[in-house]
C-alpha cells in the first residue's frame, strides 16, 4: 500500500523552490488519490536558532501556503511536527540505529555547518535521524522531495535496513525519493551554483511565495544570466546554468517540458525570456498568495487544522512508535 510524507521547514517565507520541488507536487500526489502525510517540520526548524514568535508566525504562513497551493485538509493529513511527541522519540532510537560515519557524510550537513561545525547545535548534526523518523514513524512508502534531500531519504534506507537487520525484523519498510518534474533543483537567481534557499541571506537570490508581483518582475530581470540568446537546442544550455535554470522553472511553473520552452524561446534574448517568466510566475503565484493572506486573518483556525491533523497523524504514529519500542526490548507496562 502506498502512503506519502514529506515535510517543509517553517524556517522563513517558502521560495520559488519548495513550491516548485516540493509544494506543488504535494498537491498533485493528492489529487491522484494516494494517502498523503505533510508536516510542518518545527522540531527540523529549531536546529538553527529561530525567533519564538517568528516561529509560530512561519508555521501558520506555511500551513496557509499548503491550504492556499491546493492541500486540503480533509484529503492529506497536514499538521505540524512538535504536536507529536512520537517524532522526537522515535528520532532517539534512530539516533542509536544510525552511525556515525553515514552522519558524517552528509551533504547538507557540511554545506550547512562549512568550517564552523564546532559552533552548530547537536540537532543540526542528527537532522537526518530527525527527518528518518518523521517517514519511518509512518511506515511511508514514497517521499516526494527536491534533489537536495535525496541522500536524506537515502540514508532513512540505510536506517530502516540497519533496524531490521538488527532485530532480525521486516518491521520497517523502505522508502524511494520522488524526485520528478523539470524544477527538482531551482537554483538561486544570484548565483546558478547555489540552490535558492530560504535562509539565503540574501532577498534578491529567491522569488518568496508572498512576493508581489512588482518584486517578482524585480527579480527575474535582476536574474544573474550571461548575454546569449536562449539556444535553438536543448543541448545548448550546456555550461550556461543560469540560463538552465530560469527554462526549468518556466517548464515547471507551465507544466511543458524544457525542450517545448526552447521550441518557443529559442533565439530569443533574456529582455523577452525573463518578462515572459515573470508574468507566468506572477499568474501561478499571486492567487495562492491572495488566498494564502485570506487564511492569514484567521490563525486560531489554521491551529485548529493543524491540531486535526495532528490527531490523526498521532493515530497512525503511536502503534508504529509502540511496536519499534517493543521490537528494541523496552517494557511497555502502563
Ligand atoms: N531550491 C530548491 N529547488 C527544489 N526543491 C527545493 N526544496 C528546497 N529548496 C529547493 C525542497 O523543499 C522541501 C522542503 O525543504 P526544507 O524547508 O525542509 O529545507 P531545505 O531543503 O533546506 O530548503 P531551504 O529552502 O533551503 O530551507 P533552509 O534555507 O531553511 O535550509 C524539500 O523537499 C526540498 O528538497
Given at each position: 500500500?502506498?502512503?506519502?510524507?514529506?515535510?517543509?521547514?517553517?524556517?522563513?517565507?517558502?521560495?520559488?523552490?519548495?513550491?516548485?520541488?516540493?509544494?506543488?507536487?504535494?498537491?498533485?500526489?493528492?489529487?491522484?488519490?494516494?494517502?498523503?502525510?505533510?508536516?510542518?517540520?518545527?522540531?527540523?526548524?529549531?536546529?538553527?536558532?529561530?525567533?519564538?514568535?517568528?516561529?509560530?508566525?512561519?508555521?501558520?504562513?506555511?500551513?496557509?501556503?499548503?491550504?492556499?497551493?491546493?492541500?486540503?485538509?480533509?484529503?492529506?493529513?497536514?499538521?505540524?511536527?512538535?504536536?507529536?511527541?512520537?517524532?522526537?522519540?522515535?528520532?532517539?532510537?534512530?539516533?542509536?540505529?544510525?552511525?556515525?560515519?553515514?552522519?558524517?557524510?552528509?551533504?547538507?550537513?557540511?554545506?550547512?555547518?562549512?568550517?564552523?561545525?564546532?559552533?552548530?547545535?547537536?540537532?543540526?548534526?542528527?537532522?537526518?535521524?530527525?527527518?528518518?523518523?518523521?517517514?519511518?514513524?509512518?511506515?511511508?512508502?514514497?517521499?516526494?522531495?527536491?534533489?537536495?534531500?535525496?541522500?536524506?531519504?537515502?540514508?532513512?534506507?540505510?536506517?530502516?535496513?540497519?533496524?531490521?537487520?538488527?532485530?532480525?525484523?521486516?518491521?520497517?519498510?523502505?522508502?524511494?525519493?520522488?524526485?520528478?518534474?523539470?524544477?527538482?533543483?531551482?537554483?538561486?537567481?544570484?548565483?546558478?551554483?547555489?540552490?535558492?534557499?530560504?535562509?539565503?541571506?540574501?532577498?534578491?537570490?529567491?522569488?518568496?511565495?508572498?512576493?508581489?508581483?512588482?518584486?517578482?518582475?524585480?527579480?527575474?530581470r535582476k536574474a544573474v544570466t550571461d548575454p546569449e540568446?536562449?539556444?535553438?537546442?536543448?543541448?545548448?544550455?550546456?555550461?550556461?546554468?543560469?540560463?538552465?535554470?530560469?527554462?526549468?522553472?518556466?517548464?515547471?511553473?507551465?507544466?511543458?517540458?524544457?525542450?517545448?520552452?526552447?521550441?518557443?524561446?529559442?533565439?530569443?534574448?533574456?529582455?523577452?525570456?525573463?518578462?515572459?517568466?515573470?508574468?507566468?510566475?506572477?499568474?501561478?503565484?499571486?492567487?495562492?498568495?491572495?488566498?494564502?493572506?485570506?487564511?492569514?486573518?484567521?490563525?486560531?483556525?489554521?491551529?485548529?487544522?493543524?491540531?486535526?491533523?495532528?490527531?490523526?497523524?498521532?493515530?497512525?504514529?503511536?502503534?508504529?512508535?509502540?511496536?519499534?519500542?517493543?521490537?528494541?526490548?523496552?517494557?511497555?507496562?502502563?
Amino acid at each position: 500500500q502506498k502512503r506519502i510524507f514529506s515535510g517543509i521547514q517553517p524556517s522563513g517565507n517558502l521560495t520559488l523552490g519548495n513550491y516548485l520541488g516540493a509544494l506543488k507536487r504535494f498537491v498533485q500526489k493528492q489529487d491522484e488519490g494516494i494517502e498523503t502525510i505533510y508536516c510542518l517540520v518545527d522540531l527540523h526548524a529549531i536546529t538553527v536558532w529561530q525567533d519564538p514568535e517568528a516561529l509560530r508566525r512561519q508555521t501558520r504562513e506555511a500551513a496557509a501556503a499548503f491550504i492556499a497551493a491546493g492541500i486540503d485538509p480533509a484529503r492529506s493529513i497536514l499538521f505540524n511536527q512538535s504536536q507529536i511527541s512520537a517524532h522526537a522519540e522515535m528520532g532517539w532510537l534512530l539516533n542509536c540505529v544510525a552511525r556515525m560515519g553515514w552522519m558524517n557524510r552528509m551533504t547538507q550537513w557540511k554545506d550547512k555547518a562549512g568550517k564552523n561545525a564546532e559552533k552548530q547545535s547537536l540537532g543540526l548534526f542528527a537532522y537526518p535521524t530527525l527527518m528518518a523518523a518523521d517517514i519511518l514513524l509512518y511506515h511511508a512508502t514514497m517521499v516526494p522531495v527536491g534533489e537536495d534531500q535525496k541522500q536524506h531519504v537515502e540514508l532513512t534506507r540505510d536506517i530502516a535496513a540497519k533496524f531490521n537487520h538488527d532485530y532480525k525484523t521486516e518491521f520497517f519498510p523502505s522508502p524511494a525519493p520522488l524526485i520528478e518534474g523539470a524544477a527538482t533543483r531551482v537554483m538561486s537567481l544570484r548565483d546558478g551554483s547555489k540552490k535558492m534557499s530560504k535562509s539565503d541571506p540574501s532577498d534578491a537570490s529567491r522569488i518568496n511565495m508572498t512576493d508581489d508581483a512588482d518584486t517578482i518582475a524585480k527579480k527575474f530581470r535582476k536574474a544573474v544570466t550571461d548575454p546569449e540568446p536562449l539556444p535553438e537546442t536543448l543541448e545548448g544550455l550546456e555550461g550556461r546554468a543560469e540560463a538552465r535554470n530560469l527554462v526549468n522553472v518556466y517548464a515547471a511553473l507551465a507544466d511543458i517540458s524544457p525542450e517545448q520552452v526552447i521550441a518557443e524561446f529559442g533565439g530569443k534574448g533574456f529582455g523577452t525570456f525573463k518578462p515572459a517568466l515573470a508574468d507566468l510566475a506572477v499568474s501561478k503565484l499571486e492567487p495562492i498568495s491572495t488566498e494564502m493572506s485570506r487564511l492569514m486573518a484567521d490563525p486560531a483556525e489554521i491551529d485548529r487544522i493543524l491540531g486535526s491533523g495532528a490527531e490523526k497523524a498521532d493515530a497512525i504514529a503511536q502503534p508504529i512508535l509502540a511496536k519499534t519500542l517493543d521490537i528494541m526490548g523496552m517494557i511497555r507496562s502502563r
